[in-house]
């Protein structure tokens, strides 16, 4: 698979997490294991674009396929927009959950632009969605946070939102 623009290949069991995959075989420890259960999305990365949880799906149905973590988001010192609000709001405390954090802001900025409607989404027939907090909270449900850095994490979404 391509994971962060670069080509990696692992022999490994095929019960292997994806989670396990990037963290044990790949170096890649950016992703965190909260619950490893689905519940926390400390495991959250991309894939095609698309936000999952990395410790819920086996590594090996994503050959081929373009996975990008926490570690390619940024451009060499130039980190992603999402990052740079995450600092300026002070969207953490640990930062054990933000990767997770992070990713999935990044796919949820995508999804909402893109019309995908939300539970708490009124008019399901827009064009795109307009992010109010509680959309914001709504579509950042899957993603916890020990500390309780989510009045941070809710303005940096924000701000990118209205930029
Ligand atoms: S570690 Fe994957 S959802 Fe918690
Ligand atoms: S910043 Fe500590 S768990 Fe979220």
Redo the contacts with the bound molecule.
């Keep these: 698979m391509t994971v962060n623009g670069e080509t990696k290949s692992v022999s490994i069991d095929p019960r292997t997490s994806l989670?396990d995959a990037l963290r044990e075989y790949m170096g890649l420890t950016g992703s965190k294991?909260?619950?490893?259960?689905?519940?926390?999305?400390?495991?959250t990365v991309l894939v095609d674009g698309r936000r999952i949880?990395?410790?819920?799906t086996f590594a090996v149905m994503y050959q081929g396929q373009k996975v990008t973590t926490i570690e390619g988001l940024a451009n060499g010192d130039q980190l992603h927009a999402v990052q740079q609000a995450f600092v300026k709001h002070d969207g953490f405390q640990c930062g054990y959950c933000t990767p997770g954090q992070i990713c999935s802001a990044v796919a949820m900025l995508a999804e909402a632009k893109a019309g995908c409607a939300s539970a708490v989404t009124a008019d399901l027939a827009a064009a795109n969605v307009t992010l109010t907090d509680e959309e914001i909270r709504e579509r950042m449900s899957g993603n916890l946070c020990r500390c309780g850095a989510y009045p941070g994490i809710v303005e940096a979404i924000r701000s990118l939102a209205e930029a």
């Excluded at 689905?38 to 495991?43: I, L, M, N, P, S």
């Excluded at 949880?53 to 819920?56: A, G």
């Design positions: 989670l294991k909260g619950c490893d259960h689905g519940q926390c999305g400390a495991c949880n990395s410790c819920l």
